[in-house]
């Protein structure tokens, strides 16, 4: 069994005496990087740079996988999201005409009403977490990695089978219902961009 | 064949000096709202381009145009809509400078406009000016005439080959064709001194004889080239890559050959069996047992093919020719001055472009009153437009370099 | 010496797995030089290869027969005077190299070169190559973009949109491949690099011969896949000479085309490694069934220092062949050295597989194994970058949209067959 991590984790697993440093520093700093990506994305005038912010973003979320011990995830969160939606992002900033759009204004007359949604939305989960703190004890991020290696190894070994078992399993028919609708829109999209049928 | 004075007008000699304002370097930069040009640009009652149109430009610089040609696309997307080609960049006046030479001078001028195959346009052009002199060249030299010219048409054959292949992708035939066409150029060099442009002929019949050893080296080429067509087809011919580029591309009937006057390889891939080898034979053509290949679809595939088949079929005639060539006089009795008596004379050989023509008018005087070529390229080049209506913006280039177009002749 | 440069040796685990940092450092070191001098190496044989297949001889001046010309080549393009068009976007045009070579040296931390030779080993090891090989698709994008220009764009579209669609169809060779390894006692298999090469070593049977015929159509829609997704002949129309669209690099000059020229050769590399270890065995030695007598063991061992000693023969024949005029003197010397490095190498190498015979030679052993590892899959790779050169010199390219024609409608459906087939076999034999 082979821990996926980066260096991160083995640090602390070759000498266990010694409190996870890495591990906060990691996470602000992927979080901070998504958070700051997010904002220039809004911020930002020219399109295709939007887009890459939004990218590394997606990245900097990759990152937060990786160390939620899920790397399928992460893995298809790469695949899927960066390397073919964001794709189809840029295609479509360079291929259609956006010079008019960043003439206009950058924000919207309305921004002191967004901005109070916001905060509102930020109060809520902040209450939420703090809350409900007492309800979810072992999800805990300041689980101690030191200590629990043979947890870790549990988790990160078969991942990707234990993900497989539960997509034949129990979640079968959702995942059935979730193709079927992807099969829809790819047909969708086919016909509409057919000149004639 | 007339023999009266021509009349008046035809030749720039005598237009009037102001009606010659348009220079060429006019053309390019017209308007094209106003010619007839087909590719109805601007006109009332259509809108300039519709959304997804555009018109680009191949321009003269293109390592794909095979000299400088221009051409213009119309393009909905990918697809190619009309086209217009744009010539007169390598325009060097040979035909106006045809009225100021003499018979013989004019000799050299010729080798220039097709510069692939020089000998057969020095061919065409004594043969022409034999005719209006009412000689013929003895059995010798028609025999050295048609063993360089279909050794001509071999070369440049392999030179079609070697850069149509380089344009749909293929870069190794290009080597390989030209390593195997040195050895013509080797014989030409040997023969009369040049590669390329080589003057081999004179009004009347030869001025060299073949050198020592003449036919030992031609049939030692005949043995080495015969297996390298034979390679040139494998790397090509079922490779499936080459079929899926070259099939049903660049399409065109025979009847729409023969309606716009396109001759040559052409019209034989389109299924007319014309070669004026066989149908007006000429410099001891009629001596020799050879094929007219033709091909079916008139596509670039048999287009590939019908030049593929012709190579072989130049092999037989030099083998013919070279086993047979007679003794005798290799220079007719030509008088010293040339002067033909006063008539016309349109006479054209099969060059391996296509039919070449020369229209010569002569008033009596020691340099021709007009010479007027008749080039296969430049007639060829007009199916361009009809071939690519509906094709890619890649199939262009395979369409332009299937054609087998030389802009020394299209522009003279 | 230093545990933690000790305990490699005598463990199973690559260095990531085990946390070794030094280790790790050391092979991600290893790796940056060894693509970049590979990548010198395959643009010599590209020259070379190209050249004796159109009957020319390639560069034969700067250094004998041409060796030191990659070095001259990236001397004069560093040395370029770096323009950037006045109206491309001046950030996006400096990073969009970097997008792509990120995304190709990135590839590298999880292939295997042996079984413990990898700088880590993730779990979801397939994945993860052929997610960050999607991501070098946004620096041409991105690069097209930049240049601020019509056609540049448009050949960058349409490199992307190929590699895109290539993509699903290697994508789905590679699950075909991978079902494969779970058809063993327990029924599960792996995405992790390393582990599916030992799936094959357990199985006995290199996955490219397992239910032939279609282990092999699996490896040649992968074959032909990749082809494509590195944008190399007979699938590089967006980036050819002769045609109208010029090409995503076409504003690029410098050190700067230099950097996607390194991405394109550093992605072939690692896609053909993918090929490598998922069908063709990975770091095994041929025939590891068939031979398995510890006598065919010593003599497959002896094959690197048997390659130098004939790379090493191959240089001193030039040596002697070159000309014995005195302008060749300085390139005469310098394939003679070059020879005797090469014949040094060779003599350290069997020294080393003599000694590794010894059953009480543990480091030597394990030194040996390691070589042997490294070797053979540097040989398969060898082979690959032989065959990308091949494909280009012989045959002509496709249409873009035959190109996609083949892509989506040819392999496909074809690799979903093949899926289907796998799993159905699996099932029967099982």
């Known amino acids: 069994m082979n821990p996926m991590m980066h260096t991160v984790a083995p640090m602390t697993m070759m000498s266990p005496g010694m409190a996870p440093v890495a591990t906060p520093f990691f996470f602000y700093m992927l979080a901070g ?29 990759t990152g937060l996988y990786l160390m939620l011990y899920a790397p399928f995830v992460a ?22 005409n956006i010079d008019r759009a960043a003439k206009d204004r950058r924000f919207n007359r309305m921004w002191p009403i967004g901005l109070a949604a916001g905060c509102g939305l930020f109060a809520l989960f902040v209450s939420a977490f703090v809350k409900g703190r007492a309800l979810f004890p ?20 078969g991942n990707v089978d234990r993900m497989g078992q539960y997509r034949m399993g129990p979640y079968t028919f959702a995942f059935e219902i979730a193709s079927l609708l992807l099969l829809v829109a790819i047909l969708g999209a086919v016909i509409m961009t057919k000149k004639k049928i | 064949m007339t023999m009266t004075v021509p009349a008046q007008g035809h030749s720039a000699k005598d237009r009037p000096k102001d009606e010659m304002k348009e220079t060429p370097n006019e053309v390019p930069n017209r308007d094209l709202s106003h010619s007839d040009s087909h590719l109805d640009l601007d006109t009332p009652e259509k809108p300039y381009l519709d959304a997804n149109e555009l018109i680009i ?27 217009e080609c744009v010539i007169g960049y390598l325009h060097r006046g040979v035909e106006k400078i045809g009225e100021n030479r003499t018979y013989a001078m004019f000799n050299p001028y010729v080798d220039r406009m097709d510069y692939v195959s020089a000998v057969s346009n020095g061919l065409g052009y004594c043969e022409a000016v034999e005719k209006l002199l009412d000689v013929e060249a003895p059995a010798r030299a028609k025999y050295i005439r048609v063993i360089l010219a279909e050794l001509n048409r071999m070369a440049s054959h392999q030179l079609w080959l070697g850069t149509h292949a380089l344009d749909i992708g293929a870069m190794t035939p290009l080597f390989y064709t030209f390593r195997d066409r040195e050895e013509i150029l080797k014989i030409f060099e040997k023969y009369c001194g040049a590669r390329l442009t080589t003057h081999a002929f004179r009004i009347g019949g030869c001025q060299y004889e073949t050198y020592a050893g003449f036919e030992k080296e ?4 005949l043995k080495f080239v015969a297996p390298k067509i034979d390679e040139y087809e494998e790397l090509l011919t079922t490779n499936r890559i080459w079929l899926q580029r070259t099939k049903n591309v660049g399409v065109i009937s025979a009847a729409d050959c023969v309606a716009l006057g396109v001759t040559g390889p052409v019209l034989r891939a389109s299924g007319k069996k014309w070669d004026l080898r066989k149908a007006q034979p000429y410099a001891a053509y009629s001596e020799f047992d050879f094929e007219v290949p033709t091909g079916e679809n008139g596509d670039t595939y048999d287009r590939y093919l019908v030049r593929m088949a012709e190579m072989r079929q130049s092999l037989r005639i030099i083998e013919q020719a070279v086993n047979g060539i007679p003794e005798g006089p290799i220079m007719a009795k030509v008088p010293k001055v040339i002067k033909p008596p006063v008539g016309e004379i349109y006479h054209s050989i099969e060059a391996p472009k296509g039919e070449l023509g020369f229209f010569i008018v002569s008033d009596g005087s020691i340099q021709p009153y007009r010479v007027r070529v008749r080039p296969p390229s430049f007639v060829n080049l007009q199916a361009l437009d009809l071939m690519v209506r509906g094709l890619l913006v890649a199939d262009v280039i395979a369409v332009i370099g299937t054609i087998d177009i030389v802009l020394g002749e299209v522009d003279r | 010496m230093p545990n933690f440069i000790t305990s490699y040796f005598g463990s199973t685990l690559t260095p990531g797995a085990a946390g070794n940092q030094f280790w790790a450092l050391v092979y991600v070191f290893v790796i940056f030089t060894g693509v970049s001098v590979a990548v010198m190496a395959m643009n010599w044989l590209e020259r070379k290869a190209l050249a004796h297949f159109q009957i020319r001889l390639g560069p034969m001046r700067v250094g004998p027969h041409g060796l030191l010309q990659p070095i001259a080549d990236a001397i004069k393009l560093a040395l370029k005077e770096d323009i950037i068009p006045s109206e491309a976007d001046q950030f996006i045009f400096w990073v969009a190299p970097l997008i792509g070579l990120l995304a190709a040296f990135t590839v590298y931390t ?45 050949g960058a579209l349409r490199s992307s949109a190929q590699m895109v669609s290539y993509e699903v169809a290697m994508g789905l060779a590679v699950v075909s491949a991978v079902l ?67 090409g995503y690099h076409t504003e690029y000059s410098g050190l700067r085309w230099s950097l996607f020229m390194l991405a394109e050769y550093a992605a072939m590399i690692a896609v053909s490694s993918i090929a490598i270890t998922v069908w063709l065995g990975g770091w095994m030695r041929p025939f590891p069934n068939l031979l398995r007598a510890p006598a065919w063991g010593f003599i497959f061992s002896l094959f690197p220092g048997l390659t130098f000693a004939g790379l090493a023969a191959i240089a001193v024949i030039g ?37 590794g015979r010894s059953p009480d030679a543990s480091v030597a052993a394990r030194f040996n194994a390691g070589i042997g590892y490294v070797y053979w899959f540097v040989l398969k790779i060898a082979v690959f970058m032989y065959l990308f050169i091949w494909y280009r010199a012989t045959w002509p390219r496709y249409r873009f949209d035959q190109l996609m024609r083949v892509g989506w409608k040819v392999l496909l459906p074809i690799s979903l067959g093949v899926l289907i087939l796998t799993a159905i076999a699996g099932v029967v034999v099982s």
Do not use: C
Not at chain 1, 75 to 96: P, S, T, W
Not at chain 3, 320 to 329: G, T
């Open chain 3, 110 to 154: 999880v292939i295997p070169f042996g079984p413990s030779e990898a700088v880590s080993d993730m779990n979801i090891g397939i994945l993860f190559m052929l997610g960050v090989s999607s991501i070098g698709v946004l620096g041409i994008v991105v690069a097209g973009w930049a240049s601020n220009s019509h056609y540049p764009l448009i």
């Open chain 2, 218 to 221: 031609v049939k030692n080429f």
């Open chain 3, 180 to 246: 494969m390894t779970s058809m063993n006692e327990k029924g599960t298999g792996t995405l992790s690099m390393i582990g599916i090469v030992q799936a094959q070593q357990q199985q006995g049977i290199w996955f490219i011969f397992k239910f032939f015929p279609l282990g092999f159509i699996a490896f040649a829609i992968f074959a032909i896949a990749m082809i494509a997704e590195t944008n190399r002949a007979p699938f590089d129309m967006a980036e050819a000479e002769s045609e109208l669209t010029a």
């Open chain 1, 138 to 157: 072992d999800r805990m991020m300041a689980m101690s990695e030191s200590s629990n290696t043979q947890q870790i190894a549990d988790l990160l070994y």
């Open chain 1, 33 to 61: 990087l998504a958070i700051a990506g997010g904002v220039l994305v809004i911020m930002l005038r020219n399109a295709v740079h939007s887009a890459l912010s939004l990218i590394v973003t997606l990245l900097a979320v």
């Open chain 3, 319 to 355: 040596t002697i062949r070159m000309p014995s005029h005195s302008f060749f003197k300085v390139q005469r010397m310098g394939l003679a050295g070059f020879a005797a490095v090469l014949g040094l190498i060779a003599f350290l190498l069997l020294v080393l597989a003599v000694a």
């Open chain 1, 75 to 96: 893995a298809v969160q790469i695949f899927v999201y960066a390397g073919g939606i964001m794709l189809l992002f840029l295609f479509v900033i360079m291929l259609v």
């Open chain 2, 57 to 83: 430009n191949m321009g003269p610089q293109h390592p794909a145009t095979h000299g400088v040609l221009r051409v213009i696309l119309k393009l909905d997307g990918e697809k190619v809509l009309g086209t």
